[in-house]
């Protein structure tokens, strides 16, 4: 693996994992008002097409960056829903 | 383009489009009690690498998307540490 491909590595850990204080913190607060379903809405949506495009050009970065950050937004959904 | 780039371009504009409704309602409301800086400020780091790799790379859809991410994200930021 060269150097450009440690940094989109980086980056795509970086992007993943940077909603886990939102969760972590919306979990503990049980408070979403400020938050904008929208946005979630969009970028889950936007993030299942990225998983969707990751397998079909058969790119286990993409796919697997793609899976958890999924998973992540709809963990936020639910909190969205459940903390009105 | 075929049909999978065509998918990549469209999952590039929901996961930098989809800032655009938190901005709007951070902006309109003045409170961003319930949104993690830690989030935001991971997710700004990056949108920055990410925006570095696609100019290693030369790929104008993921340096134009991560550009305008990272200034939505920025915009973000702004708006968390004005209204704390």
Known sequence: ???????GMVAAV???A???PQVY???QEKSTKDISLSTYLILFLGVL?????GLLID???VTLANAITG??????LILKFKYK
Chains 1, 2 share one sequence.
């Not at 693996?1 to 940094?7: H, N, V």
């Not at 998973?71 to 936020?76: D, H, K, P, V």
Request: glycine content about 4%.
């Open 1 to 7: 693996m060269d150097k450009i491909e440690i940094l």
């Open 71 to 76: 998973c992540l937004l709809f963990f936020m």
């Open 14 to 16: 970086l992007t993943t």
């Open 49 to 53: 097409l990225w998983f969707a495009y």
């Open 59 to 61: 790119s286990l970065p």
């Open 18 to 20: 940077g909603y886990v």
């Open 25 to 27: 913190k919306t979990w």
